[in-house]
T-cell receptor, first 114, second 112 residues
Framework: ETGVTQSPTHLIKTRGQQVTLRCSSQ?????VSWYQQALGQGPQFIFQ???????GRGNFPPRFSGLQFPNYSSELNVNALELDDSALYLC?????????????FGQGTRLTVV | GDSVTQMEGPVTLSEEAFLTINCTYT??????LFWYVQYPGEGLQLLLK?????DKGSNKGFEATYRKETTSFHLEKGSVQVSDSAVYFC???????????FGTGTSLTVIP
């Protein structure tokens, strides 16, 4: 059983650029969620994907978008980067059954916007 | 809306001391409750969970009981070790399983 893997682990971007972060979900999981964790804060929900469709979104602007692929891996895209987008981005996978279950988190991607 | 409030940190304890990290929640439905731990430079790891009132989650000597009457899920450990030094997050997930709501985290440092 493989865990949740994210890539890259770190990257630096310039304000105004676009970035794509990737996540491979844990084997057997069909749901992927993305979270933003600013320094010293708890993770904040960005959105969730289930069966390749967005299934819930937090309070993030449309320049945050995502995809889920048939193998349940996922991408997070952020356009027009701002300095405040600097954070740790966490991907979490789970098996959706109706009653909530725990989510398994990846190591995260540390994004720095300069 | 749903939210989680955690005890402010940081917390510094001597090895073998008793640990309590307070967590209270607000939810519209019947959430599941979780404690996650984050070690420096790493992602979140599930520590324990409880899915209904009066359930007790436990793992690695840590315990937390789901108290519906006080809307609380306090984390306890009887004797902490240096290796327990980390940031601890309380979280809830509604029955739809749509998203997790996290507290701001409590940093724990255990000194020998």
């Amino acid at each position: 059983e493989t865990g949740v893997t994210q890539s890259p682990t770190h990257l630096i971007k310039t304000r105004g650029q676009q970035v794509t972060l990737r996540c491979s979900s844990q084997s057997g999981h069909n749901t992927v969620s993305w979270y933003q964790q600013a320094l010293g804060q708890g993770p904040q929900f960005i959105f969730q994907y289930y069966r390749e469709e967005e299934n819930g979104r937090g309070n993030f602007p449309p320049r945050f978008s995502g995809l889920q692929f048939p193998n349940y891996s996922s991408e997070l895209n952020v356009n027009a980067l701002e300095l405040d987008d600097s954070a740790l981005y966490l991907c979490a996978s789970s098996w959706r059954q109706g009653r909530s279950t725990e989510a398994f988190f990846g190591q995260g991607t540390r994004l720095t916007v300069v | 809306g749903d939210s989680v409030t955690q005890m402010e940190g940081p917390v510094t304890l001597s090895e073998e001391a008793f640990l309590t990290i307070n967590c209270t929640y607000t939810a519209t439905g019947y959430p599941s409750l979780f404690w996650y731990v984050q070690y420096p430079g790493e992602g979140l790891q599930l520590l324990l969970k409880a899915t209904k009132a009066d359930d007790k989650g436990s793992n690695k000597g840590f315990e937390a009981t789901y108290r519906k009457e006080t809307t609380s899920f306090h984390l306890e450990k009887g004797s902490v070790q240096v290796s327990d030094s980390a940031v601890y997050f309380c979280a809830l997930s509604e029955s739809t399983g749509n998203q997790f709501y996290f507290g701001t985290g409590t940093s724990l440092t255990v000194i020998p």
